[in-house]
């Protein structure tokens, strides 16, 4: 019985990091959707997330503090859900490198980039695009982590899933950072961070559930010691 009282509290502790990951993905949704509304000429194809707060626009202000920031400390919060419900050193690993997607958003409301989001400008755009090259690449090594971790568990189809996450994550780093695919950057961003948010909130209800299951492998092999 007591163990059945751990499970279902562990269960709702999944449904609201899960829920806390999909507040977030809302969040950009309708803000992005907002505040490029409010930018004459703001183009979804080739102007990046960014750029709706960069250094003096009219309301960069507003950008970072209802946009930014928020979706930041919800996605930290989700992933601290996930961490105590799943403790162990492996998902630790997963959720600290995860979390990096709600450290490139929290920090962009502290440092934002200057007009036009270049790769090199002032010192504020650079920390801005250190934050961001962390935001995507810990995220993408994060999913491989959560593969190697969901494959060492026997549960391909997950491993398969986030492997795939992982590279795409991580070609879309690779893309936002050549000049030549600007024209288009804004798109491969938010191809990106739909990649991003889908694969967190996959990993934020599986990841507990399968620390909590014992490993077949491991449960095969205690069943013929017995």
Same mark, same amino acid.
């Given at each position: 019985?007591?163990?059945?009282?751990?499970?279902?509290?562990?269960?709702?502790?999944?449904?609201?990091?899960?829920?806390?990951?999909?507040?977030?993905?809302?969040?950009?949704?309708?803000?992005?959707?907002?505040?490029?509304?409010?930018?004459?000429?703001?183009?979804?194809?080739?102007?990046?997330?960014?750029?709706?707060?960069?250094? *003096?626009?009219?309301? %960069?202000? !507003?950008? @970072?503090?209802?946009?930014?920031?928020? /979706?930041?400390? #919800?996605?930290? +919060? &989700? =992933?601290?859900?996930?961490?105590?419900?799943?403790?162990?050193?492996?998902?630790?690993?997963?959720?600290?490198?995860?979390?990096?997607?709600?450290?490139?958003?929290?920090?962009?409301?502290?440092?934002?980039?200057?007009?036009?989001?270049?790769?090199?400008?002032?010192?504020?755009?650079?920390?801005?695009?250190?934050?961001?090259?962390?935001?995507?690449?810990?995220?993408?090594?994060?999913?491989?982590?959560?593969?190697?971790?969901?494959? *060492?568990?026997?549960? %391909?189809? !997950?491993? @398969?899933?986030?492997?795939?996450?992982? /590279?795409?994550? #991580?070609?879309? +780093? &690779? =893309?936002?950072?050549?000049?030549?695919?600007?024209?288009?950057?804004?798109?491969?961003?938010?191809?990106?961070?739909?990649?991003?948010?889908?694969?967190?909130?996959?990993?934020?209800?599986?990841?507990?559930?399968?620390?909590?299951?014992?490993?077949?492998?491991?449960?095969?092999?205690?069943?013929?010691?017995?």
């Amino acid at each position: 019985m007591r163990g059945m009282a751990v499970f279902a509290t562990m269960s709702r502790r999944v449904q609201l990091s899960a829920a806390l990951i999909v507040a977030a993905a809302l969040m950009v949704l309708l803000d992005l959707l907002h505040f490029a509304s409010l930018r004459p000429g703001y183009s979804h194809v080739s102007n990046t997330i960014s750029e709706l707060g960069q250094t *003096g626009a009219s309301c %960069a202000h !507003q950008v @970072a503090s209802v946009f930014f920031l928020p /979706v930041g400390l #919800l996605v930290w +919060l &989700a =992933l601290w859900i996930v961490h105590r419900e799943a403790p162990d050193r492996q998902a630790a690993l997963i959720s600290a490198a995860m979390s990096c997607l709600g450290t490139g958003y929290a920090m962009a409301a502290i440092f934002p980039c200057d007009p036009g989001a270049p790769l090199f400008g002032s010192w504020r755009t650079q920390v801005h695009n250190v934050f961001g090259f962390i935001d995507y690449g810990g995220t993408g090594i994060g999913f491989l982590l959560a593969s190697r971790c969901f494959a *060492g568990r026997k549960d %391909a189809i !997950q491993a @398969a899933a986030c492997l795939v996450a992982g /590279v795409l994550v #991580l070609l879309g +780093l &690779a =893309l936002l950072s050549v000049e030549a695919a600007f024209h288009v950057r804004g798109a491969i961003q938010r191809a990106t961070e739909v990649i991003q948010f889908t694969g967190l909130f996959f990993v934020c209800t599986a990841l507990p559930r399968r620390m909590m299951t014992p490993n077949k492998s491991a449960a095969g092999n205690g069943s013929r010691e017995i």
